[in-house]
């Protein structure tokens, strides 16, 4: 009997690479070189394959019958760097072709790859004249270069060739240091030829010249003076306009510019814009240097000072956050008003600050509460609303309140006078006398007015007959006021004011205030002091303080 042996169905694996001869391993078991057709049992498979340090790896599924393929990266990746095309095209084929001094082949040739910049392009043939070129690659662009390529004499042709220019300015010529301020060539071979001048503090000049036979050239190579500026800034990337045109960002370094006169501007965002003229001279190796200091948006230091300048205390121009004003002064019937005002918040024209008012005429001394809220402010004119409220307390235990209502304006000159207009509501509550009259240790009353026999209760001040001297007096008055501020300078100013107690609106239309009338006080001071009749009429004068 002769048994034969079964062989199981396979597959097939084809395996190359982008490099010759890499190792091919399957199952960690090395199998050829790329490229290689295995046959390999149905299943899984591990391959690697491996060029020197560079390595592939990868679980290939083979299948009866069936090929799979493996294709391996092992070159390792180059950066990519910007290129552009050339095609080079000669008037007589065969002319060898030169970049930056290396062969790249003869013409003719479709096209060169090189990187972008410039590069020095050259064409020779044996027994024509070479030719060379300067061309400016531009990165994913094609460009055409045709060289007229022409027969060289049989002899060489020569000429004189002069050049000058500013005195201690480097000639180059071709790339090669000549001289300064000028080099002459009796013997120059007819041609060609690329000048560069160079001198600081003037711009360079780059010149193609040709010598011709016999006759050769001659040629002054004058330099434009130019100066360098160099420009910081607190604020790193701020954009640098020269004459309305941006030329870069800060930092800026040695920026060239021809001499004259420039607007320079530099802009940052959430920051005032800085602009100046500068002046460039040139001839000089010495950079204009400005560092300059970017302001961020909000009144400068100039317009902070004119603020605190007009700074008002009695009109509608409210007092900016982080300012306040100090005022002390005289106002009848008040012998002393000191008034303490601070900004609390602003937002556009609308703004609103508040303080505290302490008054007295010494039989009677009062605290008030402030406050206004601007509601407008265009130019030199201001308006808004005030609010005052307040009490006080006096001898005889007299007690008082008083509220304030009502709207301001205000018109300013040139941040050093403020004319101030007011009309408000003067709501008002005096109580003289205790509802029941106080009593001494033996059961008779203090002395005083509300416990003096001689005061009648029928002999009372018109408006208010039939009053009991024991009840609170109340009433509401229309008020004018007129004040003027006057700035010394940024801390101090000076004020004058004048008020009007226009109409009494309750109770009867009494104007008057009996609180502000010595008829209801008592002792020889008081009635010094204090009016026979409230005149309706009041005024004041002091000092402002500004902060």
């Not at 590069?119 to 460009?143: D, F, P």
């Not at 006759?215 to 003076?225: K, Q, S």
């Not at 004259?260 to 204009?288: F, M, N």
């Not at 009144?299 to 605190?308: L, Q, S, Y």
Request: aromatic share 10%; net charge positive.
């Amino acid at each position: 009997v002769s048994l034969v042996k079964i062989t199981k169905p396979k597959g097939s694996l084809i395996v190359t690479s982008d490099v010759d001869k890499a190792e091919v391993y399957v199952d960690k078991k090395l199998m050829g070189t790329t490229p290689l057709l295995l046959k390999l049992d149905p299943g899984n498979h591990l391959v690697v394959v491996k060029h020197g340090d560079n390595k592939m790896q990868q679980i290939v599924e083979i299948k009866t019958n069936e090929r799979s393929a493996v294709v391996a990266t092992l070159k390792p990746k180059t950066p990519d760097v910007p290129e552009g095309l050339v095609t080079i095209i000669t008037s007589v084929p065969g002319c060898e072709i030169f970049v930056d001094g290396m062969p790249k082949g003869k013409t003719p040739m479709p096209r060169i790859r090189l990187i972008a910049g410039q590069h020095m392009l050259e064409v020779r043939k044996k027994g024509y004249i070479s030719q060379k070129r300067t061309v400016t690659i531009t990165a994913n662009q094609q460009q055409l270069v045709n060289f007229d390529v022409k027969e060289a004499p049989k002899h060489v042709a020569v000429g004189p060739l002069k050049i000058t220019t500013e005195t201690g300015a480097q000639i180059f010529i071709d790339g090669q240091p000549k001289g300064k301020s000028s080099v002459q060539y009796d013997r120059m071979k007819a041609g060609t030829y690329q000048i560069e001048i160079v001198k600081p503090g003037f711009k360079k000049v780059q010149k193609t010249i040709e010598v011709k036979a016999d006759t050769g050239a001659v040629v002054h190579i004058p330099l434009e003076r130019v100066g360098t500026l160099k420009i910081t800034a607190n604020v790193i990337g701020a954009t640098i306009i020269i004459d309305n045109r941006p030329v870069g960002k800060v930092p800026l370094l040695n920026y060239e510019l021809p001499v004259g006169t420039y607007r320079l501007e530099i802009k940052a965002r959430d920051y005032r814009s800085y602009t100046r003229t500068i002046a460039i001279q040139g001839g000089t190796t010495e950079p204009v240097t400005l560092n300059v200091n970017l302001l961020p948006l909000g009144p400068t230091p100039d317009e902070i000072a004119e603020m605190k300048s007009s700074l008002s205390a009695f009109g509608a121009k409210v007092i900016p956050p982080k300012s306040f004003t100090a005022s002390a002064g005289f106002d009848f019937p008040y012998w002393f008003e000191g008034k303490l005002m601070v900004g609390i918040w602003r937002k556009g024209n609308m703004a609103i600050d508040g303080g505290a008012t302490l008054r007295t005429y010494f039989s009677m001394t009062e605290f008030m509460f402030n406050t206004r809220l601007q509601l407008f402010q265009g130019g030199p004119l201001t308006a808004g609303m005030f609010m005052d409220i307040g009490g006080g307390i006096g001898k005889e235990e007299r007690v008082n309140f008083t509220w304030n209502l009502g709207g301001a304006g205000t018109l300013s000159f040139r941040e050093k006078v403020n004319l101030n207009l007011s009309a408000y509501f003067n709501i008002y509550r005096d109580r003289f006398c205790l509802s029941s009259p106080p009593e001494s240790g033996d059961g008779q009353s203090e002395p005083g007015f509300c416990s003096d026999p001689n005061v009648d209760v029928d002999d009372q001040l018109e408006g208010w007959k039939g009053h009991g001297l024991r009840e609170p007096y109340w009433g509401i008055r229309l008020m004018f006021q007129a004040s003027v501020e006057w700035a010394i300078n940024t801390k101090y100013s000076v004020y004058a004011k004048l008020k009007w107690a226009a109409a009494g609106l309750k109770p009867s239309g009494t104007a008057y205030r009996p609180a502000y009338m010595d008829y209801y006080y008592s002792g020889s001071f008081e009635k010094t002091i204090i009016p026979k009749v409230d005149p309706t009429f009041y005024g004041g004068a002091g000092f402002i303080w500004k902060f």
